[in-house]
T-cell receptor, first 110, second 115 residues
Framework: AQRVTQPEKLLSVFKGAPVELKCNYSYSGSPELFWYVQYSRQRLQLLLRHISRESIKGFTADLNKGETSFHLKKPFAQEEDSAMYYCALKSSTGGFKTIFGAGTRLFVKA | GAGVSQSPSNKVTEKGKDVELRCDPISGHTALYWYRQSLGQGLEFLIYFQGNSAPDKSGLPSDRFSAERTGGSVSTLTIQRTQQEDSAVYLC?????????????FGPGTRLTVL
């Protein structure tokens, strides 16, 4: 079955500390992986996608097919990173369905 | 340019009534998605449109749910005979086309409360 698992509902770190939001997936084909973020009182928006291999706002995520993971990392968390983060999966071979994880709320303390 | 818009922003209805939720995608976007976000849950995929057709309706939770899209633009999600478990935030998103790597742009959502 297709599934995206974000094991942590809440992650609290101090400003300047490293942060890692975990995402594991179950998918039989070749997936496209995304991280979406929702800041307080804002719309859900794309943070990054694995195909771009980009770093956005200091965040990176590496697709590990062996471990079926796509963890989101940032070496030094900032207070403005506090938000809800969703990992999402989509088929790369023409499927339309996007599967989202339950989300992780990141709280960065001063 | 305007982003994805949804109306109404909030809807309170009585159990058993029908409701219609509207989504206006970004102009020119051919792909349109509906999701449901229940309290404490992630986003649940409901339905996808490419143009006016819906190749994937697998996420609709029951036959009380239906959706249509006309003119390759505006989409309406209809819930008949609403139940309390239908209470959720309904999100619409659009993307330039169905390519898997394309970013989805989300609307602000409609918060539905069924009393």
């Amino acid at each position: 079955a297709q599934r995206v698992t974000q094991p942590e509902k809440l992650l609290s770190v101090f400003k300047g500390a490293p942060v890692e939001l975990k995402c594991n997936y179950s998918y039989s084909g070749s997936p496209e992986l995304f991280w979406y973020v929702q800041y307080s009182r804002q719309r859900l928006q794309l943070l990054l996608r694995h195909i771009s291999r980009e770093s956005i706002k200091g965040f990176t995520a590496d697709l590990n097919k062996g471990e079926t993971s796509f963890h989101l990392k940032k070496p030094f968390a900032q207070e403005e990173d506090s938000a809800m983060y969703y990992c999402a999966l989509k088929s790369s071979t023409g499927g339309f369905k996007t599967i989202f994880g339950a989300g992780t709320r990141l709280f960065v303390k001063a | 340019g305007a982003g994805v818009s949804q109306s109404p922003s909030n809807k309170v209805t009585e159990k058993g009534k029908d409701v219609e939720l509207r989504c206006d995608p970004i102009s020119g976007h051919t792909a349109l998605y509906w999701y449901r976000q229940s309290l404490g849950q992630g986003l649940e995929f409901l339905i996808y449109f490419q143009g006016n057709s819906a190749p994937d309706k697998s996420g609709l939770p029951s036959d009380r749910f239906s959706a249509e899209r006309t003119g390759g633009s505006v989409s309406t999600l209809t819930i008949q005979r609403t139940q309390q478990e239908d209470s959720a935030v309904y999100l619409c998103a659009s993307s330039a086309d169905r390519a898997s790597y394309n970013e989805q742009f989300f609307g602000p959502g409609t918060r539905l409360t069924v009393l």
